[in-house]
């Protein structure tokens, strides 16, 4: 078992930035890619963005590359999503989840869930 707990949430204007955290817990945390969803009111949990378990890949949806970094720290067992210019559209419950599978931007390869943050970006 992994036990996933995100942090860093809140309302930020837009143009503005924000740094998620997923602090993993349970069994080792760098043999898992790492991936970040999201789910605003309305519509279907959605990829953000994925990290190898070493960190050397990472993936990205389209409309958030150049403005998200994702990344890992494996010493600490925490993975991160870095958020800079912000828009309204990004507005959402944010997920992070772990995969035993290579790094991928599906939905049904994680295994393990966080709980959410609540990113809100007002206009």
């Known amino acids: 078992q992994v036990q996933l707990v995100e942090s860093g949430g809140g309302l930020v204007q837009a143009g503005g930035s924000l740094r998620l955290s997923c602090a993993a817990s349970g069994r080792t945390f760098s043999r898992y890619a790492m991936g970040w969803f999201r789910q605003a009111p309305g519509n279907e949990r959605e990829f953000v963005a994925a990290i190898s378990w070493s960190g050397s890949t990472t993936y990205y949806q389209d409309s958030v590359k150049g403005r998200f970094t994702i990344s890992r720290d494996n010493a600490k067992n925490t993975a991160y999503l870095l958020m800079s210019s912000l828009k309204p559209d990004d507005t959402a419950l944010y997920y992070c989840?772990?995969?035993?599978?290579?790094?991928?931007?599906?939905?049904?390869?994680?295994?393990?869930w966080g709980q959410g943050t609540q990113v809100t970006v007002s206009s």
């Open positions: 989840a772990a995969s035993a599978r290579p790094v991928s931007w599906r939905t049904t390869d994680y295994d393990y």
